[in-house]
């Protein structure tokens, strides 16, 4: 490894742990039977969400933990579009890029507010990748890190954990 590339590489915290509250399986939760309901897509990305904000509490720089917890909330929200979203059919909506924290709260309505924090942290973001010092600071880094981990566990409750319900029939149904 040359000079140049050691340089490059992200140093990591010496003792670095995984990301606060992801320790415990999501079966902690409810102790009810449950199965996954998730498509494999939204599944893939809830992983790869989870796995980038093991790397982030690994980071040294604030600027890479913030960089890589917020790209970990940005997976975390595209899982909840492949699983819920739909595409736009009115030709108007569809001129338009929007951002996944845009959309959010439109599939679903229960995690505006998360989008919005999110959100507002996009240039922040921007800045942090850039590596513009001081684009985030330590206490910036650790406290993205622990919203991104409990959007995410928050996130796994909602698609992967739904409860089995049994179907209900209705009054004018036949349920034989």
């Known amino acids: 490894m040359t000079s140049s590339s050691a340089a490059a590489a992200p140093r990591r915290r010496p003792g670095a742990r995984p990301a606060p509250a992801l320790a415990g399986p999501p079966s902690d939760v409810h102790p009810v039977p449950r199965r996954s309901s998730a498509p494999p897509a939204a599944l893939d990305l809830l992983a790869q969400a989870r796995a ?80 513009i010092p001081g684009a985030a600071t330590p206490r910036d880094a650790d406290d993205l890190l622990r919203d991104a981990a409990m959007f995410l566990r928050l996130v796994e409750r909602l698609l992967v954990l739904q409860p089995v319900l049994p179907r209900q029939t209705g009054a004018g149904e036949a349920t034989g």
Do not use: C, M, Q
Request: proline share 6%; hydrophobic share 40%.
């Open 52 to 131: 980038g904000l093991d790397e982030a509490a690994g980071f040294d720089r604030p600027n890479e933990r913030y960089a890589t917890a917020h790209l970990a909330a940005l997976r975390t929200a595209a899982a909840v579009l492949a699983a819920r979203g739909r595409p736009e059919t009115h030709p108007r909506k569809r001129t338009r890029i929007r951002s996944a924290w845009e959309v959010l709260p439109e599939i679903a309505p229960e995690l505006t507010e998360w989008s919005a924090l999110f959100a507002s942290g996009a240039s922040r973001r921007a800045r942090a990748e850039a590596g």
